[in-house]
């Protein structure tokens, strides 16, 4: 597994997601924030090496 750092474009907020693929292709993702409780784009920021 993979973390990497996120931050959501709709509040800002930065935070860590896992996953068991590689992200590093795009810039950014749609994903459910758990901040603003609904669907947002997310900015990929950095891969967090374990």
Not at 2 to 23: A, H, I, P, Q
């Amino acid at each position: 597994m993979t973390k990497w750092r996120l931050k959501c474009e709709e509040c800002s907020r930065e935070w860590e997601l896992e996953v068991s693929f590689d992200l590093s292709e795009f810039s950014r993702l749609y994903h459910y924030c758990r901040f603003c409780r609904k669907n947002t784009y997310h900015a990929i920021l950095a891969k967090i090496d374990s």
